[in-house]
T-cell receptor, first 115, second 111 residues
Framework: DAGVIQSPRHEVTEMGQEVTLRCKPI?????LFWYRQTMMRGLELLIYFNNNVPIDDSGMPEDRFSAKMPNASFSTLKIQPSEPRDSAVYFC?????????????FGPGTRLLVL | GNSVTQMEGPVTLSEEAFLTINCTYTATGYPSLFWYVQYPGEGLQLLLK?????DKGSNKGFEATYRKETTSFHLEKGSVQVSDSAVYFC??????????FGSGTRLQVQP
């Protein structure tokens, strides 16, 4: 299996621009997670989905952030408008359904820099 | 709420030294506990896990024992290698499927 795929790997944009991050989970995994990693705040869970339905979005910083999962093989995280404080590495992870299947498999991350 | 506390890094060791990275947690119920490792420029990878009290997780020479009485899950390795240099994250899952991570501990192993 190819693992979790994220694109782009790097994104540099200017403040006020819209940014869209993409994720393809491992085939057959029912859970998908979006995390943000910064030096100041460490790893933060932003939102997660189960069977394409958002379960917990309490970690989404504010209305500028939105996430969708239109089907089992694709999710997006959008920031509009972007701000310099959004600069971070954004990780997508997926995991299978079932008891004892809590292990999350992480993608390589998207490194976002907002100027 | 749930939380994970790890020792601050960086931890700097010479090759073949003994490693301990402390992790304690606060959680409702009986969480599953994990250690993830992040190599430079990469995403996190599961290193080991334990799902109930007194379980020992092990992988690649690393071990951690789920201690309910002390709410701890310390990571140990008897002899570290330069290739073990990475950031190590302790995490828990209370069954919601959403992991709560510690702040991470950077390990630097010198030849």
């Amino acid at each position: 299996d190819a693992g979790v795929i994220q694109s782009p790997r790097h994104e540099v944009t200017e403040m006020g621009q819209e940014v869209t991050l993409r994720c393809k989970p491992i085939s057959g995994h029912d859970y998908l997670f979006w995390y943000r990693q910064t030096m100041m705040r460490g790893l933060e869970l932003l939102i997660y989905f189960n069977n394409n339905v958002p379960i917990d979005d309490s970690g989404m910083p504010e209305d500028r952030f939105s996430a969708k999962m239109p089907n089992a093989s694709f999710s997006t995280l959008k920031i509009q408008p972007s701000e310099p404080r959004d600069s971070a590495v954004y990780f997508c992870a997926s995991s299978p359904q079932g008891a004892g299947q809590e292990t999350q498999y992480f993608g390589p991350g998207t490194r976002l820099l907002v100027l | 709420g749930n939380s994970v506390t790890q020792m601050e890094g960086p931890v700097t060791l010479s090759e073949e030294a003994f490693l301990t990275i402390n992790c304690t947690y606060t959680a409702t119920g009986y969480p599953s506990l994990f250690w993830y490792v992040q190599y430079p420029g990469e995403g996190l990878q599961l290193l080991l896990k334990a799902t109930k009290a007194d379980d020992k997780g092990s992988n690649k020479g690393f071990e951690a024992t789920y201690r309910k009485e002390t709410t701890s899950f310390h990571l140990e390795k008897g002899s570290v290698q330069v290739s073990d240099s990475a950031v190590y994250f302790c995490a828990l899952d209370t069954g919601r499927r959403a992991l709560t991570f510690g702040s991470g501990t950077r390990l630097q192993v010198q030849p």
